[in-house]
């Protein structure tokens, strides 16, 4: 099985205004093949908003940007209705939420309750409005960059809502190489988002399917089972991996294997995908920290993997 050519156009595509990552671009189609939602989360000014521009134009479907800001309010996401006196009757006004891909550029500087208002659509791909449950174009999809909790103006993403990101992933700086490119080119970091889409709408469903139809061995999901089960009952997390968290290393796996070329996953996908897929989900059992840092949580999840007989 080789890799499918419209993913290979999607790549390049990406890298056309993205270049000098490969590993991120790849991570970030495993969450969209997966139907899950990815969160970026690394200092300002290395690309975060660039590769997420980069994706959602290189797909034909429908965007939103929401900049979020401390001001926000959950009807500046969600809609509101509004009573029309010509016609003497309410009408919705839909927010940018109705969409398939919705950019969410640095979520953690909104406010928890304007945060929450993410909460259902990103779970059931539905929102209500006063009382009215509206359903939201599919597919859909949240790409969500974050500053470091550490920087000013900064609150915390909840731990139900770091729950339903299938995947994070953290950019780091470029390499020299990529870095030279970027100056001497003077490339507009912001000019991704009018990249020509290359990849339709159902073909890109039709990916989606094929993904999840890829094998994965029943020794492969016990090698994943363990891992996450470790997790809850290890001595230093407050908080483990949850079922949720379990269910999208599987999904990952295949979505890995499938952009690699094969019809079946491996133990190496769980390696790959470990570290990005659960490590937003722990919580360090320390005093004076709430939450683990990235760092912290992906070494820890390295130390149990070398712990795990790798299954043959």
């Known amino acids: 099985m080789?890799?499918?050519?419209?993913?290979?156009?999607?790549?390049?595509?990406?890298?056309?205004?993205?270049?000098?990552?490969r590993e991120a671009i790849?991570?970030?189609?495993v969450a969209l093949l997966s139907g899950g939602h990815l969160l970026i989360e690394d200092i300002p000014g290395i690309g975060k908003t660039s590769l997420a521009l980069a994706l959602a134009a290189s797909l034909e479907l429908s965007f939103r940007r929401i900049q979020f800001t401390n001001d926000l309010f959950?009807?500046?996401?969600?809609?509101?209705?509004?009573?029309?006196?010509?016609r003497r009757e309410y009408e919705v006004h839909e927010g940018p939420i109705f969409a398939n891909v919705v950019l969410a550029d640095?979520?953690?500087?909104?406010?928890?309750?304007?945060?929450?208002?993410?909460?259902?659509?990103?779970?059931e791909r539905r929102v209500t409005l006063d009382l009215e449950t509206r359903e939201l174009p599919k597919p859909f999809f949240v790409i969500a960059t974050q500053n470091p909790v550490e920087f000013a103006g900064t609150f915390p993403l909840p731990e139900a809502q770091l729950d339903r990101f299938l995947l994070s992933l953290s950019l780091g700086y470029p390499s020299l190489e990529a870095e030279r490119e970027l100056v001497l080119r003077k490339r507009d970091p912001y000019r991704a988002v009018n990249l020509a889409p290359v990849v339709?709408?159902?073909?890109f469903a039709e990916l989606c399917r094929q993904s999840a139809a890829v094998h994965v061995e029943p020794k492969v999901a016990d090698y994943l089972l363990a891992l996450c089960r470790r997790t809850r009952d290890h001595e230093?997390?407050?908080l483990g991996v949850s079922v949720r968290g379990?269910?999208?290393?599987?999904?990952?796996?295949?979505?890995?294997?499938?952009?690699?070329?094969?019809?079946?996953?491996?133990?190496?996908?769980?390696?790959?995908?470990?570290?990005?897929?659960?490590?937003?989900?722990?919580?360090?059992?320390?005093?004076?920290?709430?939450?683990?840092?990235?760092?912290?949580?992906?070494?820890?999840?390295?130390?149990l993997l070398h712990t795990l007989p790798v299954p043959r």
Do not use: W, Y
């Not at 959950?74 to 010509?86: H, K, M």
């Not at 640095?106 to 779970?123: G, V």
């Not at 769980?270 to 840092?293: D, F, I, N, Y």
């Open 246 to 303: 379990t269910l999208s290393l599987f999904r990952a796996c295949q979505s890995l294997a499938f952009l690699r070329g094969r019809d079946f996953a491996l133990p190496e996908d769980v390696k790959a995908l470990a570290a990005p897929v659960l490590a937003h989900r722990l919580v360090l059992r320390r005093e004076g920290a709430a939450r683990s840092t990235t760092a912290q949580a992906r070494d820890l999840i390295a130390r």
């Open 74 to 86: 959950p009807a500046d996401i969600l809609g509101i209705t509004v009573f029309d006196r010509d």
């Open 236 to 238: 230093e997390l407050a």
């Open 2 to 21: 080789n890799v499918h050519p419209a993913l290979s156009a999607l790549v390049a595509n990406v890298e056309t205004e993205f270049s000098g990552n």
């Open 200 to 203: 339709q709408a159902a073909t």
């Open 106 to 123: 640095e979520i953690n500087r909104a406010t928890p309750k304007t945060q929450s208002a993410l909460l259902e659509a990103m779970q």
């Open 26 to 29: 790849e991570l970030a189609l």
